[in-house]
């Protein structure tokens, strides 16, 4: 309902909002575009969803593989090692406290970890 809603609007605002005269063909054109366009608009809002999903909560700083410390934002190869080699951690902030990441690197992870 939402996406026809939208596609109206869209179409309305693409053959209404104009002075000029255009063919039928030129007007196909242009709703073929703008389907296109919110086609793509919805799969990339699908994928994001399902993303969101697929993240199950924070991830264990103290159980985590590199591999997994990597998909952090801000964390290379080097800060999941520095991170993994100094564990066990009694809270997530303690990998500040211990230098192993930034505090700037912990801000942008922060909602993302914990040491439980």
């Given at each position: 309902m939402k996406w026809t809603l939208a596609f109206s609007l869209a179409l309305f605002a693409v053959t209404g909002c104009t002075t000029q005269q255009r063919s039928p063909d030129q007007i196909r054109k242009e709703?073929?575009?703008?389907?296109?366009?919110?086609?793509?608009?919805?799969?990339?809002?699908a994928q994001g969803v399902a993303?969101?999903?697929?993240?199950k909560g924070p991830i264990n700083v103290n159980k985590a593989s590199t591999d997994d410390l990597k998909t952090l934002p801000g964390i290379d190869e080097a800060a999941a090692h520095r991170i993994a080699d100094n564990r066990p951690y009694d809270t997530?902030?303690?990998?500040?406290?211990?230098?192993?990441?930034?505090?700037t690197e912990y801000d942008r992870i922060a909602d993302k970890v914990t040491a439980m």
């Open positions: 709703t073929a575009d703008a389907t296109s366009t919110a086609a793509k608009d919805a799969k990339a809002v993303d969101g999903l697929k993240q997530a902030a303690e990998m500040v406290r211990k230098h192993v990441i930034s505090k």
